[in-house]
């Protein structure tokens, strides 16, 4: 089985650490760490991931251009947003509340895994 590697866009450090310790019981064996949107990007263009996890806050702050490039970079990468409550979610597919507990990850990446290993 090929290892699995996520992308964890978050600003605060704290989250992203519990996000990879639930990541890594569910069988990710590397990672990449992004704060910012120009972060986020170089990462994705580093090492493609089969996940990203990113937060909503931190999609919203960035521009049209750099958004766009983002999208293409993990084109076929599951994605699953974090969002702190009452955030403005409309028009995301995906998007977990946070905190982020690993049951609630394993069942949405449970969900999108065939996604990720039929491309």
Do not use: C, N, Y
Not at 90 to 100: A, C, F, Q
């Amino acid at each position: 089985m090929a290892r699995l590697h996520a992308l964890i866009v978050e600003d605060h450090s704290t989250s992203a650490l519990s996000l990879k310790a639930a990541l890594s019981v569910m069988g990710f064996s590397t990672f990449g760490f992004a704060a910012t949107g120009p972060q986020a990007l170089a990462a994705a263009r580093a090492r493609k991931p089969d996940l990203v996890i990113a937060s909503v806050a931190m999609r919203a702050s960035l521009d049209a251009e750099t958004r766009a490039a983002f999208d293409a970079e993990i084109e076929g990468a599951a994605l699953i947003h974090t969002a702190d409550p009452g955030a403005d979610v409309d028009g995301l597919d995906l998007v977990l509340e946070k905190p982020v507990g690993r049951a609630a990850l394993t069942r949405a990446w449970e969900g999108l895994r065939e996604e990720v290993e039929a491309a």
